[in-house]
């Protein structure tokens, strides 16, 4: 299966369906009334976190993704059926950004966590919700609210508690396999593994996941080699397993110089990664001329502890295994430094404050947020709708504040291309 851990879609939810303006016309019946339904709500657009993804491949050829609109209301006061909402399954890891602002919109990160990220837009209201003691026969009626639409970027993190990092040919793939379930390509050539592969180490308390991070090399962090499109991957694990060949044929200088590599590609791409707890693994302790490539490992490396095994013979996997457990469980006491998901901030209030611009002796044009969305919501079908949307345009103090600055009466208003006269 290809491997994709990035890609850009555009969001639409669903408009709002609208609402109508209709009569009751049935026998004993004779004043009637409004029987106008109000329109549906336009589907969402929800984001689910799927433990069983670990690629966006299923969303990397669709740029566009809309969810339905509601439909428009009935008589006989039947409200508009609402829009199905579309639901967009990820791995768990995926993190959504706003493609225009860079700002992290949700970061999925449970199995079945939900996230509306576009919701859809409620249903305008038919004539039955405008009656009232002093309109008894309203020709009132709205327009269904705009669904929210998002451009976004969506990069896949992969969750993995443990990651195994080193040179090609460091034996991460074979130390994968000998301590968890997994089963990754295994050959004797350079970027055999060609993208992260997850296992699970098996616990009586609770599962770990380890990934084999592939195609790290020196410039790695500047986008040479497979390094840079994976480091991202290292980012969310609490320990890191610095893989390292005890075989001098592995290595194109000496021990020390290739584990220097690695530390520095960390650092180079987020400082934050060299603070990580590490584990350094020697491996292939099975090869002729371990022992000395060991100890000169020894010497230069004083400071941490080096966990010698051979993941091919399975030696001394077990203290690897225990010490793994006994970091990945201390670490699980501490409270997480990620938020599970991010909760959308209430839609905004629209001000009423506006911009205007004369284009012409006798032409005034405005840009208005509020009234915008008003000239969308009512329809100027019908006298009731009319007077409604000049009490928005009185709201605002319209007609004062362009006198205030040269209008007069007349004076031609053009709001999103429609044209009202100042009173």
């Given at each position: 299966?290809?491997?994709?851990?990035?890609?850009?879609?555009?969001?639409?939810?669903?408009?709002?369906?609208?609402?109508?303006?209709?009569?009751?016309?049935?026998?004993?019946?004779?004043?009637?009334?409004?029987?106008?339904?109000?329109?549906?709500?336009?589907?969402?657009?929800?984001?689910?976190?799927?433990?069983?993804?670990?690629?966006?491949?299923?969303?990397?050829?669709?740029?566009?993704?809309?969810?339905?609109?509601?439909?428009?209301?009935?008589?006989?006061?039947?409200?508009?059926?609402?829009?199905?909402?579309?639901?967009?399954?990820?791995?768990?890891?995926?993190?959504?950004?706003?493609?225009?602002?860079?700002?992290?919109?949700?970061?999925?990160?449970?199995?079945?966590?939900?996230?509306?990220?576009?919701?859809?837009?409620?249903?305008?209201?038919?004539?039955?919700?405008?009656?009232?003691?002093?309109?008894?026969?309203?020709?009132?009626?709205?327009?269904?609210?705009?669904?929210?639409?998002?451009?976004?970027?969506?990069?896949?993190?992969?969750?993995?508690?443990?990651?195994?990092?080193?040179?090609?040919?460091?034996?991460?793939?074979?130390?994968?396999?000998?301590?968890?379930?997994?089963?990754?390509?295994?050959?004797?050539?350079?970027?055999?593994?060609?993208?992260?592969?997850?296992?699970?180490?098996?616990?009586?308390?609770?599962?770990?996941?380890?990934?084999?991070?592939?195609?790290?090399?020196?410039?790695?962090?500047?986008?040479?080699?497979?390094?840079?499109?994976?480091?991202?991957?290292?980012?969310?694990?609490?320990?890191?397993?610095?893989?390292?060949?005890?075989?001098?044929?592995?290595?194109?200088?000496?021990?020390?110089?290739?584990?220097?590599?690695?530390?520095?590609?960390?650092?180079?791409?987020?400082?934050?990664?060299?603070?990580?707890?590490?584990?350094?693994?020697?491996?292939?302790?099975?090869?002729?001329?371990?022992?000395?490539?060991?100890?000169?490992?020894?010497?230069?490396?004083?400071k941490q502890s080096i966990i010698a095994?051979?993941?091919?013979?399975?030696?001394?996997?077990?203290?690897?295994?225990n010490k793994i457990i006994a970091i990945?469980?201390?670490?699980?006491?501490?409270?997480?430094?990620?938020?599970?998901?991010?909760?959308?901030?209430?839609?905004?209030?629209?001000?009423?404050?506006?911009?205007?611009?004369?284009?012409?002796?006798?032409?005034?044009?405005?840009?208005?947020?509020?009234?915008?969305?008003?000239?969308?919501?009512?329809?100027?079908?019908?006298?009731?709708?009319?007077?409604?949307?000049?009490?928005?345009?009185?709201?605002?103090?319209?007609?004062?504040?362009?006198?205030?600055?040269?209008?007069?009466?007349?004076?031609?208003?053009?709001?999103?291309?429609?044209?009202?006269?100042?009173?």
């Amino acid at each position: 299966m290809q491997f994709v851990d990035q890609c850009n879609i555009y969001l639409k939810a669903g408009n709002g369906g609208s609402g109508v303006v209709a009569w009751r016309r049935e026998a004993h019946y004779p004043e009637g009334g409004p029987w106008g339904g109000d329109g549906g709500k336009g589907g969402d657009i929800i984001i689910c976190g799927d433990q069983n993804l670990n690629t966006l491949l299923h969303l990397r050829y669709r740029k566009k993704i809309c969810a339905n609109n509601g439909q428009n209301g009935q008589t006989k006061l039947c409200s508009g059926k609402k829009g199905e909402d579309i639901i967009i399954k990820v791995p768990l890891g995926t993190q959504f950004f706003d493609r225009d602002s860079g700002k992290l919109l949700v970061d999925i990160v449970n199995n079945h966590q939900k996230f509306v990220i576009c919701k859809g837009g409620k249903g305008g209201y038919g004539n039955a919700h405008f009656k009232s003691s002093t309109n008894k026969a309203p020709t009132l009626y709205e327009n269904g609210d705009l669904g929210e639409e998002a451009n976004v970027v969506l990069k896949l993190k992969h969750l993995a508690d443990v990651g195994l990092i080193g040179l090609p040919n460091a034996g991460k793939s074979s130390l994968l396999t000998a301590l968890t379930n997994a089963k990754p390509k295994i050959a004797n050539y350079e970027f055999t593994t060609l993208t992260p592969i997850l296992g699970v180490l098996e616990n009586k308390k609770r599962k770990i996941i380890i990934a084999d991070i592939p195609g790290l090399i020196k410039g790695a962090s500047e986008n040479k080699g497979l390094g840079f499109q994976f480091l991202q991957h290292i980012e969310r694990c609490q320990l890191l397993i610095h893989v390292i060949s005890l075989n001098k044929a592995d290595h194109s200088k000496k021990i020390y110089d290739d584990f220097l590599t690695i530390q520095n590609e960390l650092k180079k791409y987020n400082k934050q990664l060299i603070d990580k707890q590490q584990i350094i693994v020697a491996n292939k302790i099975d090869v002729d001329g371990s022992d000395k490539e060991l100890e000169i490992l020894k010497e230069k490396i004083k400071k941490q502890s080096i966990i010698a095994v051979s993941a091919i013979r399975k030696d001394n996997l077990t203290t690897l295994k225990n010490k793994i457990i006994a970091i990945c469980q201390k670490q699980k006491k501490k409270k997480p430094t990620e938020s599970s998901t991010i909760t959308l901030q209430p839609t905004k209030k629209f001000d009423r404050k506006f911009a205007f611009k004369q284009t012409s002796p006798n032409e005034w044009t405005i840009t208005s947020k509020y009234l915008s969305y008003w000239l969308h919501k009512i329809p100027l079908t019908t006298k009731d709708n009319i007077y409604r949307f000049n009490q928005k345009l009185n709201n605002c103090n319209v007609d004062q504040i362009l006198k205030d600055n040269g209008a007069i009466s007349k004076d031609t208003i053009i709001i999103d291309g429609i044209q009202f006269e100042v009173d």
